[in-house]
């Protein structure tokens, strides 16, 4: 019986220790938009404009909208840096230049972005993660 009991709690502690090497890895994912580009491209007659967040590292990303002709060729294309911090699924931009709206990302599913531009709560986009 002794033999038994014994047995069995080195069993437990094994396990225990397996368990807690284990739940470790999901600290280890990193940042989850660092890297990341979300986008959406209008398709017209006479070309495309693509409206785009790219996100550079942990802190800034760059709002961008490129427009093309009907050839392909880029006649004009903007880029606004912003700082940003996160929170779930809410992202809060806020501009690196004077005379740039304050943005808001609501990610839904992972891979969609309602973009809104907070200062007159207008929906500017919604993005989908490349």
């Known amino acids: 019986m002794k033999k038994t009991l014994k047995f069995l709690s080195w069993m437990f502690v094994a396990v225990l220790s397996v368990l807690s090497f284990s739940s470790c890895s999901d600290d280890d994912e990193g940042h989850p938009y660092a890297g990341t580009v979300w986008e959406y491209e209008d398709i017209y007659e006479s070309g495309t404009i693509t409206t785009r967040i790219r996100f550079a590292d942990e802190t800034k990303a760059y709002y961008e909208v490129e427009q093309r002709n009907a050839g392909g060729t880029i006649v004009d294309n903007t880029s606004s840096p912003y700082s ?26 992972g891979v969609k972005m309602v973009l809104t531009n907070t200062s007159n709560g207008e929906e500017i986009s919604i993005l989908y993660k490349k």
Do not use: C, D, H
């Not at 690196?96 to 599913?109: C, H, M």
């Open 84 to 109: 940003y911090t996160y929170s779930g699924t809410l992202i809060v931009f806020r501009p690196q230049q004077t005379g740039k709206a304050n943005l808001e990302g609501v990610v839904s599913e």
